[in-house]
């Protein structure tokens, strides 16, 4: 499958922040596969800085809360780590997928080093006593991939 889409993120009340172009690579029940590159001249988000032509190998669910970017060198194609983004599932229709980002992400690197970011800005959020809860499982799940080494967290 290789099919051209839209990536929108959006903020938690469902408006657009950013969107991008990408391509599913594989579909099934459970989510999408897309590559797609980065396309803003530098984000620094502590373990990890993202540059132009990054490639991303995003995974996206349709029930779990969170999605799960490996991010590789776009020149040489060396995995730099994973991106991990605490969000509503994905909905994907009309040839646009949307995620409603919950602030809360987590970054990898293949050492095995980690990093927590924008917990302040969780906490602030005007989410309801279930969603948050959701939004925590969701966070704790990732920590418990990453622990027990789960695809795609395969660290050195």
């Known amino acids: 499958m290789s099919a051209s889409i839209t990536v929108v993120k959006c ?14 690579l ?12 980065f396309d803003r001249d530098l984000v620094d988000v502590g373990l990890m800085e993202f540059v132009r ?4 190998l995003e995974q996206y669910y349709f ?20 991106y991990s983004n605490v969000t509503r599932p994905v909905v994907f229709e ?7 980002d919950l602030a809360l992400d987590y970054v990898v690197i293949p050492d095995g080093r980690r ?3 924008d917990e302040d800005e969780f906490r ?17 799940a990732l920590r418990a991939m990453i622990d027990t080494h789960q695809h795609p967290f395969m660290l050195r």
């Open 11 to 24: 903020d938690v009340d469902g408006r657009e922040v950013w969107s991008y172009p990408g391509v599913i």
């Open 26 to 37: 594989e579909q099934d029940q459970d989510g999408l596969l897309v590559e797609a590159f």
């Open 53 to 56: 032509g990054d490639r991303f």
């Open 63 to 82: 029930k779990r809360w969170f999605n799960i970017f490996a991010v590789y060198d776009g020149q040489g194609e060396s995995l730099k780590g994973w």
């Open 94 to 100: 009309a040839g646009q997928l949307r995620a409603d």
């Open 115 to 117: 990093q927590l970011l």
């Open 124 to 140: 602030a959020l005007p989410l309801n006593q279930r969603e948050r809860l959701l939004a925590r499982l969701a966070f704790d």
